[in-house]
T-cell receptor
Framework: KQEVTQIPAALSVPEGENLVLNCSFT??????LQWFRQDPGKGLTSLLL?????REQTSGRLNASLDKSSGRSTLYIAASQPGDSATYLC??????????FGTGTSLTVIP | DTEVTQTPKHLVMGMTNKKSLKCEQH?????MYWYKQKAKKPPELMFV???????INESVPSRFSPECPNSSLLNLHLHALQPEDSALYLC??????????????FGPGTRLTVL
């Protein structure tokens, strides 16, 4: 079974800092990897989707990379803002049509 | 319209009640999903419907019964639940099923409390 781990579990940074969130997975047979944001008690908002054939995707201040062979993805957030405070989840879509979510990173950006 | 809606937002029910959760999308997506999320845990997949047919049932207890009346609607019927079933229930949809380009779109969730 696919296991998806995110490090760190929690992160607190001052406003304006650049930061990196990590996601690792054990089975490299994936269709894609998706990064989500979740605010407390709310649903998930899709941030970026990287197909298995891609190396990275960018959207505004966000950049996600994928190294399928090593089972790793990173989410880079530039110039962090207090509004970025949320839990960030990565999710892997396996070629067996299974979806597995990571354990999440809780981010706090301090004004 | 890029929205997935879920009703109700909150639900409190006793262990002998029967209730239903509703999910709706009008994006023409052909795959719809139910997830369960406990506090401070990632979502866990429960069911997947593809083209209105049940494609995946992740060994969910029979007290949860999904239904897909049409391509836009997904219901989750609840009966004889246990207090440990209290959680946030998330619905999602995606354009297709098994496509590597698919993005999942999530609804806001229904917060369920079982007394």
């Amino acid at each position: 079974k696919q296991e998806v781990t995110q490090i760190p579990a929690a992160l607190s940074v001052p406003e304006g800092e650049n930061l990196v969130l990590n996601c690792s997975f054990t089975d490299s047979a994936i269709y894609n990897l998706q990064w989500f944001r979740q605010d407390p008690g709310k649903g998930l908002t899709s941030l970026l989707l990287i197909q298995s054939s891609q190396r990275e995707q960018t959207s505004g201040r966000l950049n996600a990379s994928l190294d399928k062979s090593s089972g790793r993805s990173t989410l880079y957030i530039a110039a962090s803002q207090p509004g970025d405070s949320a839990t960030y989840l990565c999710a892997v879509h396996n070629t067996g049509n299974q979806f597995y979510f990571g354990t999440g990173t809780s981010l706090t950006v301090i004004p | 319209d890029t929205e997935v809606t879920q009703t109700p937002k909150h639900l409190v029910m006793g262990m002998t009640n029967k209730k239903s959760l509703k999910c709706e999308q009008h994006m023409g997506h052909r795959a719809m999903y139910w997830y369960k999320q406990k506090a401070k845990k990632p979502p866990e997949l429960m069911f997947v419907y593809s083209y209105e047919k049940l494609s995946i049932n992740e060994s969910v207890p029979s007290r949860f019964s999904p239904e897909c009346p049409n391509s836009s609607l997904l219901n989750l019927h609840l009966h004889a639940l246990q207090p440990e079933d209290s959680a946030l229930y998330l619905c999602a949809s995606s354009p297709g099923w098994g496509l590597h380009t698919d993005t999942q779109y999530f609804g806001p969730g229904t917060r369920l409390t079982v007394l």
